[in-house]
């Protein structure tokens, strides 16, 4: 099949090059996001590959279906970018990569979690030069304390056995119990429960209508005092005013991001030489107990193989079947 790829790195054309050499697609691969203006870059092609950033909204898939695509291939796993029922109506099928790899993303998970609490990134700063002083670098030990762990697919429940690992006492929520979450010691609570009792929240859930801004101003209110918070997950899970209020004010005592809900126009991209124009995004960068990675947690050589991988597989398997097993649908 011809597949135009959207928001592509150098690293992208490496891995799927490779992954290509037996299959023989051919494969077009562009920088720019995928969007109304970009979208006659694939005329011509009958599949599009795209990534979190590109937002495939009704009027787009009216466009890339009349312009004679049909599939759109997304290397990740999250499609909350993607309007199901447009792609459904206009019959194109959309399919996803579902596991690419748990254990790069609950891997950097515990890495912000870890850096946090000792202050790493401050210590590796004040060390270069020449400070050695370890006034404001106190953190605590993580044997026995209180973890919430929001979601415990693959990634969670990776998450929840390292945490095991360090003796920490961990609560679980979702809506489909993982018996090894449970076997590795974790108790599925309420959201509440978990806001009020853990002084560690990580969120490894999906991004849904229902968990949009699951952490907002009355979340951080029901939480421990000097609570720390980490998400690898999906940035619109948090919304960023109200964390920004919660670091001023000492609620939220540690901040870890890779993801952040306006993060389209930022992550992915050198901006070193430019002022960010993103005065949020600014305002979190300022704080000394919050760490940000950009969109990095998945970026392993192994995740990149089996994103690149499956991505092929599943358009070889649509294109010898008209269908594929990791199709996501609107039911």
């Known amino acids: 099949m011809r597949i135009a790829f959207f928001s592509t790195k150098p690293y992208d054309r490496r891995f799927f090059d490779s992954a290509n050499e037996r299959l023989k697609h051919e494969l077009l691969f562009l920088e720019p996001h995928l969007d109304q203006n970009t979208a006659i870059l694939a005329k011509g092609f009958d599949a599009v590959c795209v990534f979190v950033n590109d937002r495939l909204d009704g009027p787009l898939i009216d466009r890339l279906a009349e312009m004679g695509i049909r599939l759109i291939a997304l290397r990740c796993a999250g499609y909350n970018n993607v309007d199901l029922q447009a792609a459904e109506k206009n019959k194109v099928l959309v399919v996803r990569v579902p596991a690419y790899s748990p254990y790069a993303v609950a891997e950097h998970t515990m890495a912000l ?184 947690a998945f970026f392993t050589k192994e995740a990149l193989t089996n994103i690149a991988e499956t991505t092929l597989a599943n358009v070889t398997e649509f294109e010898a079947t008209g269908k594929c097993e990791n199709e996501v649908t609107t039911s």
Do not use: W
């Open 113 to 296: 979690l870890l850096a946090l609490n000792r202050k790493v990134h401050r210590a590796y700063n004040r060390v270069r030069d020449g400070n050695f002083a370890l006034d404001g670098l106190m953190g605590f030990d993580l044997h026995g304390v209180t973890v919430g762990v929001v979601g415990t697919g693959k990634i969670g429940a990776i998450v929840v056995r390292i945490l095991n690992g360090f003796g920490c006492r961990i609560l679980a929520h979702d809506p489909f119990p993982n018996d090894e979450c449970v076997a590795q010691g974790a108790r599925y609570v309420s959201v509440e429960e978990i806001l009020s009792e853990s002084q560690v929240i990580t969120l490894h859930c999906p991004l849904t209508p229902e968990s949009h801004h699951l952490i907002d101003e009355r979340a951080i209110a029901k939480m421990k005092e000097g609570v720390t918070l980490i998400n690898t997950s999906r940035g619109a899970l948090v919304d960023t005013r109200a964390v920004i209020a919660g670091l001023k004010s000492g609620k939220i005592g540690h901040l870890a991001l890779d993801v952040y809900e306006e993060e389209g126009d930022i992550f992915f991209e050198d901006l070193s030489g430019l002022v960010i124009q993103d005065d949020v995004f600014a305002r979190l960068t300022t704080f000394p107990n919050v760490i940000i990675t950009g969109h990095q």
